[in-house]
């Protein structure tokens, strides 16, 4: 089905106000976007409204997308059949509109959905805000503002976009998922979809480039590179086995070093979810690849009665956004099977590594271990093998400034306040199990990690900038080596600093 401009825009009105708890309303929105064929992402999006309890959607008939336009112009403006240049959006509310488009409370907002006229792969830039069973997950999102009609609007939401299956495939739309993220949360320039598809022209490549046949890795690291990001690779475990006995070898209190005694910092004793859970918690949402597709993990939740338990969730392009993955070793469909390489998505001013980072953090916690005291809250939680790690990346001035917040310590508070830092640190938390499931703070120590130290050049402990462990705390100058040591007379739990939710 290819609609006709005037069956695309049937009149000049700014707007159409649908009642979607009359009986057959969804049902109707569903069968005229999807052009009479089925699109499981716009089904999706359905669904989690419904969860939200949305009573009215609000469609703007005549929207001028700067995505759409960038594809339009490069490729399906080129087409003998014509489409539409202008796109139709979605708003969706939680309480009445009325159909003179008079009030539009900000309470009630929970996103929008830009349509693209495309039977079957309708569904252009979304911000839906996440389902109510993400609640107090750890979840990869940002804030965007945006005016309907004169009112200003806010959602937070990590943003979603689906492949039309001819100019943007899957590899297209998740690389655009996470630059849009990036250029929300972390102030990178934004970048349209022509913009990504042309990034990832040429070099190794799978099959026809227009229309699209898909991207290699090669292509999608490349395109992320050149379109601001500086990406890593890393394989992940393909088996249940493989990662279970990565799960088991991985002792917090063992030095991370390998025979000669350099660091390991990557050892191939990474469990998928230590990998993808490191990324999360910085605002860095990860992309997977499999064999045949690609995804993005955007959010994940410990079961709180056991929590060595991790559920998942991913943006599927062609499937939909907030999906949940109870079991990645365990895939319904092929397309998912098997989870084979994380893309991470580092931002240029991150050198360091999340694995680097933390072998780092492990290193110097190994070592004070070593002396500290039996009634210091880390060496209780590592003597009752309750001591593990979490790792984020994190923007030093939101780090300082969120420190009061967390309970931390006044005087470690100044410590750290007064510290020479560099635009992002990497923190590494010493955790105590018993207390977070317990669902009480946590946190025993932390090492602070420089974003820009060498990786292959200096010792693994070189970018330690400030630490605490128990009743000692130091930080170090970076020009003249300088320390500044600190004793904690009575040290306690305090809350992650942890970017996101949960």
């Not at 070093?257 to 998928?272: C, Y």
């Not at 993990?297 to 109870?326: K, Q, S």
């Not at 469909?333 to 980072?357: G, N």
Request: hydrophobic share 40%; charged share 25%.
């Amino acid at each position: 089905m290819t609609w006709s401009f005037l069956a695309w825009s049937p009149d000049d009105s700014a707007g159409a106000v649908y009642d979607v708890t009359v009986p057959g309303v969804w049902e109707e929105l569903l069968e005229f976007y999807a052009g009479g064929d089925r699109s499981r992402p716009l089904e999706r999006i359905v669904a989690i409204a419904r969860e939200h309890g949305v009573r009215s959607v609000v469609v703007e008939q005549r929207h001028l997308d700067p995505d759409w336009r960038s594809e339009h112009g490069a490729f399906h403006g080129r087409l003998f059949r014509r489409r539409p240049s202008v796109c139709h959006r979605w708003h969706l509310f939680t309480d009445d509109v009325p159909a003179d488009l008079s009030r539009l409370r900000p309470a009630a907002y929970r996103g929008y959905v830009v349509l693209r006229p495309l039977p079957s792969t309708p569904v252009g830039r979304t911000m839906i805000a996440p389902p109510p069973g993400l609640e107090g997950a750890v979840r990869c999102e940002a804030t965007e503002r945006l005016s309907l009609f004169g009112h200003p609007l806010w959602i937070t939401a990590m943003p979603f976009l689906s492949q039309d299956a001819e100019y943007l495939r899957c590899a297209h739309a998740v690389l655009w998922m996470v630059l849009r993220h990036a250029h929300l949360a972390h102030g990178l320039p934004r970048r349209l979809t022509a913009e990504v598809h042309d990034a990832a022209l040429g070099g190794v490549i799978v099959g026809r480039q227009v229309p699209s046949e898909g991207l290699s890795v090669q292509q999608m690291l490349a395109g992320a590179t050149q379109l601001g990001l500086s990406p890593g690779l890393m394989h992940l475990p393909t088996t249940r086995e493989e990662d279970a006995a990565a799960d088991a070898a991985a002792d917090p209190t063992a030095d991370p070093v390998d025979a000669a005694g350099r660091a390991d910092p990557q050892a191939g004793r990474l469990s998928l979810r230590a990998v993808l859970c490191r990324y999360v918690n910085s605002q860095l949402p990860p992309l997977v690849i499999s064999s045949s597709h690609a995804w993005v993990v955007v959010a994940y939740r410990r079961d709180p009665a056991e929590d060595r338990r991790v559920t998942l969730w991913r943006h599927d392009d062609a499937r939909g956004p907030y999906l949940e993955v109870d079991d990645p070793f365990a895939e319904a469909e092929d397309a998912h099977r098997p989870w084979q390489t994380a893309i991470l998505p580092l931002l240029p001013a991150i050198y360091v590594t999340a694995e680097r980072a933390e072998a780092a953090g492990r290193l110097w916690f190994a070592g004070y271990l070593r002396r500290a005291a039996d009634d210091e809250p880390v060496a209780r939680a590592a003597a009752a093998g309750e001591l593990t790690f979490r790792t984020y990346a994190v923007r030093s001035d939101q780090f300082l400034e969120g420190l009061a917040a967390r309970g931390v310590d006044p005087a470690l508070a100044d410590l750290y306040r007064l510290a020479a830092v560099p635009e992002h640190l990497w923190v590494v938390e010493a955790v105590d199990r018993a207390e977070r499931r317990a669902g009480r703070p946590d946190v025993v120590g932390e090492a602070l990690v420089d974003a820009t130290s060498s990786t292959h050049h200096e010792p693994l402990q070189e970018g330690l900038v400030a630490l605490h462990g128990g009743r000692l705390a130091h930080r170090i100058g970076p020009d003249h080596g300088t320390r500044r040591d600190l004793h904690l007379d009575d040290p306690g739990h305090y809350r992650t600093g942890r970017p996101g939710q949960g």
